[in-house]
Structure formats: structure tokens, C-alpha cells
């Protein structure tokens, strides 16, 4: 029996995120999908996986919240013990101005590292 492989994919309510979460739904894998709107995302997955067989876990979460990203790694460290792939594909909202004017480096280092440490 081949071992089922474990993704979580951030920003998946729409877009890139939602195409990758159909694609390996559909390939195969267990898919936890994340998004900052829940029943967004639950209509957009439910949509276009109905017929998908795999395991699908669907929450709330802000990339920025270190409690929420703890809360979701005891989650999925429960129902499949592991994780094999993150696509960390969440969109940050700001700040906002011209490029001269605006940090987005400040930002993005906020949200990125605490998934490698959190979820690893």
C-alpha cells in the first residue's frame, strides 16, 4: 500500500491556490487548504473537488498569527501525523504606496519563516 502524501496550501480560496489544491486533490494527495475567509473557501474547494476522493482539511488562518499557524500544525500533525509539502501561496494585503516609498520586505519576512519552523 503507498503511503498518502500530505500538502497544506496557503491562499487556496481562489486562483493559483484553489488550481493547485484541485490538482493534487485530484492527483492523489491529502490537501489542507487555508484561507483568511473560511466559507469562502469551503464553497470555492466544494465547487471544483466534489468528486475528489482524498482527504481535504479546511481552516482559517492568518499567515501572520503564530498562534493560529501553532494551532494549525497540532491539527494536521493529528489527523495525517506529517506534512510532505507547503505551497505558501497567501497574498499580504499592504502596505500600500509607491515602491519607493513602501518596506514590502519588513512584511513578507513576518508571515514566511513561521511556517518552516512551526510546521517542520
Known sequence: ???RRNMLITGAS???????ARHYLYGGWNVC??????KVLKES???????????I????LNV???????????????EWGHL???????????PKGGIEDVNFVDKNIKVSPFFFYLLG
Open 1 to 3: 500500500m503507498t503511503r
Open 14 to 20: 481562489r486562483g493559483f491556490g484553489l488550481a493547485l
Open 33 to 38: 487548504v487555508v484561507a483568511r475567509d473560511k
Open 45 to 55: 474547494i466544494y465547487k471544483c473537488t466534489a468528486s475528489a476522493a482524498q482527504d
Open 57 to 60: 482539511i479546511i481552516e482559517k
Open 64 to 78: 501572520s498569527k503564530e498562534k493560529d499557524i501553532k494551532k494549525l500544525a497540532k491539527k494536521i500533525k493529528k
Open 84 to 94: 510532505d509539502v507547503l505551497i505558501n501561496n497567501a497574498g499580504v494585503y499592504g
